[in-house]
């Protein structure tokens, strides 16, 4: 997972150890969730809401343990576009995180940020699309980008860390600085198939 | 389960009494009726009216209320609205904001759409959900005295989340309608606080 190009399956053995509070799983860490927060903090982001998802684990207890974010943890998705509009109404920048499945919670919820032109940052863990054992994720995985394009939110593919990057650097101007609505899909393969 | 009553309180005249001497409260209206009788008790760029997203007032509230810890923020919305919106107490319990209030006024009906009952006219007490979640101030209002002691309330330093339940009489009133273009409700908004269009 250093390189995030895990197509070997033993690779995702390694690394994906369910959830990230195992010794294991912090020695074995990728680098990318740091990047990006480091990218989201510079970018002024100062609140994250979030479903708890397994690809997103680092991510969030970076931002749980920043005193200069606020961290609103969801019952359900649709509730954090909601309170993105309502931050961005008092002059604070948030971000979503949520799983592909959870978009599928988002969508009358979205016409509230694209009919207002509500700066809208999405990072989308895929399920659903690559070795995915669970076949109940995948009607949702394989109408996430459809979905989303369907409301109204543009959405960039990342299927490498470099390229995660590069797309949430992007969402960050085209969302903050022209209220745009943007979902980053980041692809199944480069997370890892979930271990159980 | 809530107790059978019959409240006598005038929605319109709820909300212009909570909203009166406001001062610098932010205000959030829920889609429909709410919005309508925050209007007409007067409009101004503090106030940021829903026309849809069902269910998203309360939480757009709490948005805001993180991004102005400095300002109190009072959501009115419908017994139907936070209804659809009923986790979101969880998440704002949770979060524990010590400057939003909401304040639903529950008539038991689905107002907008033909007036069928709503949950909390067959039992479900909004107040009481609040409360579990661990709401630090819930009331159930059914007299405009409860009425001016909430709007007291509003203006004084709490520990955490408020909601206040007005219980009005179901019906249907004259419509009165802000403007509906969201752009420029938002933008209006912001500019009330001081921040630039993009």
């Known amino acids: ?196 | 389960m809530a107790k059978q009553s019959h409240p006598a309180l005038d929605r319109r005249a709820a909300v212009a009494a909570l909203l009166r001497d406001r001062g610098d409260l932010l205000v959030v209206t829920g889609l429909g009726s709410p919005s309508y009788d925050v209007h007409a008790a007067g409009d101004t760029d503090a106030n940021y009216y829903l026309w849809g997203a069902m269910g998203a007032a309360a939480l757009v509230g709490l948005g805001l209320a993180q991004g102005r810890p400095d300002r109190t923020v009072l959501v009115i919305t419908g017994d139907g609205e936070q209804l659809m919106g009923l986790g979101g107490l969880a998440t704002i319990a949770v979060a524990k904001p010590k400057n939003l209030v909401i304040a639903v006024v529950d008539n038991g009906h689905f107002g907008e759409t033909g007036m069928q009952e709503s949950h909390t006219a067959r039992g479900i007490d909004l107040a009481a959900v609040a409360a579990a979640c661990g709401f630090v101030d819930t009331r159930r209002i059914e007299d405009m005295a409860g009425v001016e002691a909430a709007r007291g309330a509003l203006h004084r330093p709490a520990d955490g989340p408020r909601l206040f339940l007005l219980k009005v009489k179901a019906e249907n009133l004259p419509r009165s309608m802000p403007a509906r273009d969201a752009v420029h409700l938002k933008n209006r908004f912001r500019a009330h606080l001081g921040l630039p269009v993009n």
């Open chain 1, 1 to 196: 997972m250093q390189t995030g190009s895990s197509t070997r399956p033993e690779t995702d053995k390694k690394d994906r150890s369910e959830g990230a509070a195992s010794p294991a799983a912090d020695t074995a860490s990728p680098g990318w969730p740091l990047e990006l927060y480091r990218t989201l903090k510079a970018a002024g982001v100062r609140q994250v809401s979030y479903v708890p998802d397994a690809g997103h684990a680092q991510l969030i207890k970076l931002f749980e343990a920043d005193a200069e974010v606020v961290s609103n943890l969801l019952t359900t998705e649709e509730e954090g576009v909601a309170i993105a509009a309502g931050a961005w109404l008092g002059g604070l920048r948030s971000v979503l995180l949520l799983q592909s499945s959870g978009v599928g919670n988002c969508i009358n919820m979205l016409a509230l940020a694209t009919i207002s032109r509500f700066p809208l940052l999405l990072l989308v863990t895929m399920r659903g699309e690559w070795a995915e054992f669970n076949p109940w994720q995948v009607p949702m995985g394989q109408a996430t980008e459809p979905a989303l394009n369907a409301i109204g939110v543009r959405t960039f593919r990342a299927d490498t860390p470099a390229d995660l990057l590069d797309a949430v650097s992007s969402a960050i101007t085209l969302a903050f600085e022209a209220d745009q609505q943007i979902a980053v899909l980041i692809s199944q393969r480069m997370i890892g198939a979930k271990k159980w």
